[in-house]
């Protein structure tokens, strides 16, 4: 049995630990390990030809990013912060609330890369967030604005985790019914989906409360 191939994992560990470029670490290795198993130069490239073939959904980020930076070099932040500047009542609770729901409704219609970090949360739902929040209660601290972004972030997180599951068709669900079934417990996908409903009513009132929480916290720190 040839055991060299498995120098690759090793080229992984030690070009993340010498904080080498993640891809070129991934490349570097994928490709010395094709070489050490025996194929040819060519070969190896068409390996990961076809894997990225077959992942082309991959290439969509670099398309995406490029626009979203352009966004933000003209503007994009400060037209979201003095857009929710300009609603009454506005308050950081109330949006991230609604975002929350907005993200678990569309989660659970199967449109779960309709939010999301890159293009969402950082030029649209923190700036906002943090607009709402300085409108409210005056000026932020440092700290206090990583925090409105921060539960920026996490109401992403959890309204996609716990809306996902909703969808029947998505892989999470795919992957319980496999474990239930081989442990000799057979349920359809749309029997799972509908047991996800209470999870996710649960994690929206639980995230609900946690933002109005700091919401009432950064009230607090200035009365």
Same mark, same amino acid.
């Given at each position: 049995?040839?055991?060299?191939? %498995?120098?690759?994992?090793? %080229?992984?560990? &030690?070009?993340?630990?010498?904080?080498?470029?993640?891809?070129?670490?991934?490349?570097?290795?994928?490709?010395?390990?094709?070489?050490?198993?025996?194929?040819? $130069?060519?070969?190896?490239?068409?390996?990961?030809? /076809?894997?990225?073939?077959?992942?082309?959904? &991959?290439?969509?980020?670099?398309?995406? !990013?490029?626009?979203?930076?352009? !966004?933000?070099?003209?503007?994009?932040?400060?037209?979201?912060?003095?857009?929710?500047?300009?609603?009454?009542?506005?308050?950081?609770?109330? %949006? !991230?609330?609604?975002?929350?729901?907005?993200?678990?409704?569309?989660?659970?219609?199967?449109? /779960? =890369? &309709?939010?999301?970090?890159?293009?969402?949360?950082?030029?649209?739902?923190?700036?906002?967030?943090?607009?709402?929040?300085?409108?409210?209660?005056? $000026?932020?601290?440092? =700290?206090?604005?990583?925090?409105?972004?921060?539960?920026?972030?996490?109401?992403?997180?959890?309204?996609?985790?716990?809306?996902? =599951?909703?969808?029947?068709?998505?892989?999470? &669900?795919?992957?319980?019914?496999?474990?239930?079934?081989?442990?000799?417990?057979?349920?359809?996908?749309?029997?799972?989906?509908?047991?996800?409903?209470?999870?996710?009513?649960?994690?929206?009132?639980?995230?609900?409360?946690?933002?109005?929480? !700091?919401?009432?916290?950064?009230?607090?720190?200035?009365?």
């Amino acid at each position: 049995m040839n055991y060299w191939p %498995l120098l690759g994992i090793a %080229l992984v560990v &030690i070009g993340f630990a010498l904080r080498f470029n993640p891809l070129l670490v991934v490349v570097g290795a994928a490709v010395a390990t094709g070489l050490l198993a025996g194929l040819d $130069p060519v070969a190896v490239i068409e390996a990961l030809g /076809k894997a990225f073939n077959d992942n082309r959904y &991959i290439s969509v980020t670099w398309i995406i !990013l490029p626009v979203i930076g352009l !966004l933000e070099r003209h503007g994009l932040q400060e037209r979201a912060r003095a857009v929710i500047a300009g609603v009454r009542g506005a308050t950081m609770g109330r %949006l !991230l609330v609604i975002y929350l729901g907005f993200r678990q409704i569309t989660a659970a219609l199967g449109m /779960k =890369d &309709i939010g999301g970090h890159p293009q969402a949360v950082r030029p649209l739902v923190a700036p906002m967030a943090e607009a709402a929040a300085e409108q409210s209660h005056g $000026p932020l601290a440092d =700290d206090e604005r990583e925090q409105v972004r921060a539960m920026a972030a996490a109401t992403d997180n959890i309204g996609l985790f716990f809306g996902e =599951d909703i969808f029947f068709a998505i892989a999470s &669900i795919l992957l319980i019914q496999g474990v239930f079934e081989s442990a000799g417990y057979p349920l359809t996908p749309l029997q799972l989906s509908v047991w996800a409903i209470p999870t996710a009513i649960c994690a929206f009132i639980i995230h609900s409360w946690r933002i109005t929480a !700091l919401d009432r916290r950064l009230g607090r720190v200035r009365a």
